[in-house]
C-alpha cells in the first residue's frame, strides 16, 4: 500500500507482531510520541516463519493487522507481501517517505535502517526495550514451541 500524499509527522515501525504483549504497546506507544502518524509494516507470514521457525507465526496477518488496527494510536497498518531482500524493504521505505523510522534498542538490523532512513532524509529514533517477555518466550512458555 502506497501512502502517496506527503504526511508531515509519519514514523514507520515494522515487525512481526505475532503476540501482542506489554513490549510492543510500549515500543508503539513510544514511537508515536516521534510524530502525528504512526505507520506500522506488518511481516507476510512467510517471513515470521523464516525468521521465527515453522510454528510461527501464531496469528496469521490478517488477525495480526486486525489486533494492531484495534489500537488507537496507530493510524495505518500496511500488510507487507514476502519481502526476499533489503532492496524489497528499501523501496518500501522510499514509497512510503516517514521523517521517522523507530527501532527497538537492540534492533539486529538497525544500520540497514539507518541507510534506509539515509536515502529520504528521515531520522531513525532507537527506542529503549521494554524488560519484558517476549512473543518467542511467551509461546515457550505457554508450550507452543520448543
Do not use: W
Not at 512481526?16 to 504483549?21: A, E, M, R, Y
Not at 508503539?28 to 510520541?33: E, P
Not at 512467510?46 to 488477525?63: F, L, T, Y
Not at 521517522?100 to 532512513?117: M, N
Amino acid at each position: 500500500m502506497a501512502i502517496n500524499n506527503p504526511v508531515k509527522g509519519l514514523i514507520l515501525v515494522g515487525g512481526c507482531f505475532d503476540v501482542l504483549h506489554f513490549g510492543h504497546i510500549s515500543f508503539l506507544k513510544a514511537a508515536k510520541q516521534h510524530g502525528t502518524k504512526l505507520v506500522v509494516a506488518l511481516e507476510s507470514d512467510e517471513n515470521v516463519r523464516r525468521m521465527k521457525g515453522p510454528k510461527r507465526p501464531i496469528h496469521n496477518q490478517n488477525r495480526r493487522k486486525m489486533m494492531l488496527e484495534s489500537l488507537k494510536f496507530i493510524d495505518i497498518v500496511i500488510p507487507l507481501p514476502p519481502m526476499h531482500n533489503d532492496r524489497d524493504y528499501a523501496r518500501l521505505v522510499a514509497e512510503i517517505n516517514p521523517e521517522v523510522i523507530a527501532a527497538t534498542e537492540g534492533d539486529p538490523v538497525l544500520a540497514k535502517k539507518r541507510e534506509h532512513a539515509g536515502r529520504v532524509n528521515a531520522r531513525v529514533v532507537v527506542i529503549p526495550r521494554v524488560r519484558t517477555p517476549s512473543t518467542s518466550q511467551l509461546a515457550k512458555l505457554i508450550g507452543l514451541e520448543r
